[in-house]
């Protein structure tokens, strides 16, 4: 049995440590994300292209180059564009932070393993071989309380990787209508 | 058919883009020098069609006017990236798709067969750019679908691929 972070302490961790970032979210973390904030810059990502949430972030974090963007991804959707990690380094962006919130399963889908389980992809290996010059795995609350600060300050682009519980009766709702999300999101922006 | 790269930049820039996201085939990457070589244009580069339509919804949400510049067999490959972020997010992404073997006559490409169809399936407004002469349609293609809020395609007409 590996270790593991249950999920909403992992988050709050990164709620507690975050400045003025723009916040994508998707999946598992579009589902506890806006319940533990609120913030003006929140965007999430729901519904979805399936595996672009950090690609979302990263046109973003081109479009605001004065801004730090903070990415959540699942390990599940990592799978599905695994290029992304190039394609972020190869942009030049280094405001980006892509958080990979590992559980191993397809939470949405009821908890079938992932075909980076059955192989023991090492996530942190492949972000390193994609050139980001930073990149940090956490597996244990205390510690991940104790880095998170420093470690959203190393040089950019980013990659976390916080190995978490798996979360039973999975259950997404949406956050509202997608046009006053993006309005509001705007208007936000264009105020900061 | 390979379109001057310099014209084609300079439609862009009086279309006012501002990012250029791009995974070039035969036709379109001569252009890249050109690109490169603009003050007014940013290139990002993917690795799959998918990305260019959600790096440039980003671009989008962010302030600024991007262009996806693909094949047609990307965009076939991107369908889902393209449904979420023309119709789910509702974003007016404006795309210059590289039309393959539309030029050569009776070809038998599949990719050829079915751009048109699929972009009618998605009820996509398009505009073919068959010649460098029609590049002020394609500049006032993108100013029209800017204008109205939606989204749209010019498909740029390409040989033999």
Partial sequence: ?????????????????????????????????????????????????????????LGLALARPDREVIAFNGDGCMLMSLGCLVTI??????????????????????????????????FVALARAAGFPSAAAFDDLDQWRARAAETLALPGPRFILLRVARVADYELTSPGPMGERIKKFRQALAEK | MILPPAAVVSAFEQMGITHVVWL????????????????????????????AW?????????????????????LFESGDA????????????????????????????TARR?????????????????????LPRLIEHYRACQSAGRPGVALAAEGKG
């Fill in chain 2, 54 to 74: 959600t790096i440039a919804a980003g671009l989008h949400l962010g302030g600024q006017q991007p262009l996806v510049v693909i094949q047609n067999t990307g």
């Fill in chain 2, 24 to 51: 070039p085939d035969s036709a379109l990457g001569p252009w890249e020098s050109a690109l490169l070589g603009s003050p007014r244009l940013t290139l990002v580069r993917v690795c799959r069609e998918g990305e």
């Fill in chain 1, 1 to 57: 049995m590996r270790d593991s972070i249950p999920l909403i302490p992992a988050l709050e961790v990164l709620r507690d440590s975050r400045c003025e970032q723009i916040v994508v979210t998707t999946m598992g973390s579009a589902r506890e994300w806006p319940r533990l904030s609120q913030h003006p810059l929140d965007f999430h990502y729901i519904p979805s292209a399936m595996g672009h949430a950090p690609m979302l972030a």
């Fill in chain 2, 114 to 134: 079915y751009t048109e169809p699929v972009l009618a399936a998605w009820g996509l407004d398009t505009v073919l750019i068959d010649s460098a002469a029609a």
């Fill in chain 1, 89 to 122: 380094v190869a942009s030049g962006a280094t405001n980006y932070t892509l958080v990979v919130l590992e559980n191993g399963v397809y939470e949405v889908t009821g908890g079938q393993s992932t075909a980076a389980s059955a192989a023991r992809v090492d």
């Fill in chain 2, 82 to 109: 393209l449904r979420n972020v023309l119709f789910d997010l509702g974003l007016p992404l404006y795309a210059l798709v590289g039309y393959r073997n539309y030029l050569v006559p009776d070809s038998p490409d």
